[in-house]
């Protein structure tokens, strides 16, 4: 499913704020593997993320998704890719703030144009299976900092994605809430879907088929 | 140093969408102690470090800072207090998306006075102490998740508070990271200062001299 081969990111190249995120990473992660990619702050972790899920473009090297040689996509091919395979849970949340709870885990479908009573009904057990049901009207700002992020994985599984990308998605979950979590991971995995996760919890990272190790924008073959 | 006496928070009262958020806690916190607060998603643990911190006001019950019941101050004495006294870390971080990393952690010190060329010069040393040093010029849209953590912590010691409240200060941050940043935590505590953390990782409260048990709007007596 996805191949990338000497992958490098630099911010700002040539000036003296010049930093080196990626410096050549490769790797490849079947369908259906779940992976997760550990390693310390700043090493290159939501970088690497943001490139395998067509976010942002890499510096150099080569990016391979489903067989597609992503540099050769446009603004709009890139999109479609990610509306159509990809669900993402970010490492800050970006709930859309006005929206209610429901309103934020049913705005994946309103591109892939799924008419109203569906989208409600799919938010609503989207929430139900994060434990905030009953939480639904609520704007994100009127919710806890782990609540919220339950919104986010919610509004990530909504689509059922072929590829699921989630950036510490435990970080802001006491243990047991975390656990949950994860078994609603290892479901999308059963039933054959990717699932790429960030960590810096081991307890989390073990419930995954392998781990990558970041140091300083370079992958440790352990 | 803080006293509460049956501190109760509810939000929308009497409402449909009425939350309890706190349902009568108590306690007392000495100056100088290091104390963790523990408990699952939702449970009030930010209600409760937002009260103690005097960024909202309570629903019902009674707490004292200092000696000084908080109830009877207007806004302005509230914030007097807050930038006298109070360090915090968000658990959002709430870092100025437009300000340097540098301006940042200097901001705190526009606000009690503090001249620019010793601004500048304490805020470069504050982060320096996180492992920041070098990244003082740049924006927190360019700094990863961890890395933005650590900006936050730095502004929220450059004032040296007598009490710090942290809200999952290393919730972001690999175990290492994380280290180091309660070290710098407990050389305040070693000063005489006030530390009150919460957090979800029992590695973390293992730092603290007690911890406080939340569920559900209430403290449970270990
Ligand atoms: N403005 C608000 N309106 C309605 N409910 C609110 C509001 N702010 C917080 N709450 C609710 O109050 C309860 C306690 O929230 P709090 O943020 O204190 O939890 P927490 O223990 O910090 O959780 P977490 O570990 O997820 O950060 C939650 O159920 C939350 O949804
Ligand atoms: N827009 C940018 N401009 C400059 N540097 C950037 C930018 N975005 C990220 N970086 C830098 O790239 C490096 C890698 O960042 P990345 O966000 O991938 O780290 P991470 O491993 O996810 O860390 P964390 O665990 O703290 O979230 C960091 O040093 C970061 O400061
Ligand atoms: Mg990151
Ligand atoms: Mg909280």
Chains 1, 2 share one sequence.
Do not use: W
């Amino acid at each position: 499913v996805i191949e990338f081969e000497q992958l490098g990111k630099v911010y700002a190249p040539g000036s003296a704020a010049e930093v080196v995120a990626l410096d050549g990473v490769s790797g490849r992660i079947q369908a259906g593997e779940f992976v997760a990619i550990v390693g310390p702050s700043g090493s290159g972790k939501s970088t690497l993320m943001n490139l395998i899920g067509c976010l942002d473009t890499p510096s150099s090297g080569r990016y391979r998704c489903g067989g597609v040689d992503v540099s050769q996509l446009d603004a709009s091919e890139r999109a479609e890719l990610r509306r159509q395979q990809i669900g993402f849970v970010f490492q800050g949340f970006h709930l859309l703030p006005r929206m209610t709870a429901l309103e934020n885990v049913a705005l994946p479908l309103t591109y892939v144009g799924v008419p109203r009573p569906q989208r409600r009904e799919r938010a609503t057990a989207a929430l139900r299976a994060v434990g905030l049901a009953e939480r639904a009207a609520h704007r994100p700002s009127e919710l806890s900092g782990g609540q919220q992020q339950r919104v986010a994985i919610a509004r990530a599984l909504i689509n059922r994605p072929a590829i699921l990308l989630a950036d510490e998605p435990t970080g802001a979950l006491d243990s047991q809430t975390g656990e949950e979590i994860l078994t609603l991971f290892e479901q999308l995995r059963l039933a054959g879907h990717t699932v790429i996760l960030i960590t810096h919890d081991p307890a989390v990272a073990n419930h995954a088929d392998r781990t990558l190790y970041m140091h300083d924008g370079r992958l440790r073959t352990p």
